[in-house]
């Protein structure tokens, strides 16, 4: 079963950049977090159309 919900650390090494870079974007909203318990919790599907919509913008 696909993880739901990814830490700041997994999306990270998820999309190949710093953990500090993943922060900044949860800063700035460019990608939407939750707060579970007293950790922020990236959904996969945020993190997929995050992806998305870079290749979009980089391809046009």
Known sequence: MERL????????EVLAVGRSTVYDLMRMRLLPSVKVG???RIPAVVLREFVDRLVAEQAS
């Open 5 to 12: 919900l990814l830490t700041p650390e997994e999306a990270a």
């Open 38 to 40: 007293r950790g922020r």
